[in-house]
Nanobody, 126 residues
């Protein structure tokens, strides 16, 4: 199994930027599809973005054009660059990993991902 640790969360003003990192411990990191989810207080966990082992990406509509997911396999790390932040982006952000096949039918579901980080808080003030 792998362990995932998120970092980079914090407080930022609306319109600002923040970069999150997720460090993985596994030796087979490059083979995993990596996702980002978020959960605001009182709300269900929401899919944000995914990056496949080959570098393809997909984003939920609400963050398209503002967020960028990337990975550095040499560092066993996945990133989420967040620009033009809005108060509604406030949430705990989680990274997740899976070796299972991922496509449009399952990419946005939590159950698709076998491994999860502990989360990092992102707060956007208005």
């Amino acid at each position: 199994q792998v362990q995932l640790v998120e970092s980079g969360g914090g407080l930022v003003q609306a319109g600002g930027s923040l970069s999150l990192s997720c460090a993985a411990s596994g030796r087979t990191f490059s083979g995993y599809a990596m996702g980002w989810f978020r959960q605001a207080p009182g709300k269900a966990r929401e899919f944000v973005a995914i990056i496949w082992s080959g570098g393809s990406t997909y984003y939920t509509d609400s963050v398209k054009g503002r967020f960028t997911i990337s990975r550095d396999n040499a560092k066993n790390t996945v990133y989420l660059q967040m620009n033009s932040l809005k108060p509604e982006d406030t949430a705990v952000y989680y990274c997740a990993a899976t070796l299972k096949p991922v496509g449009p039918y399952n990419r946005a579901y939590s159950r698709t991902y076998e491994y999860w980080g502990q989360g990092t808080q992102v707060t956007v003030s208005s």
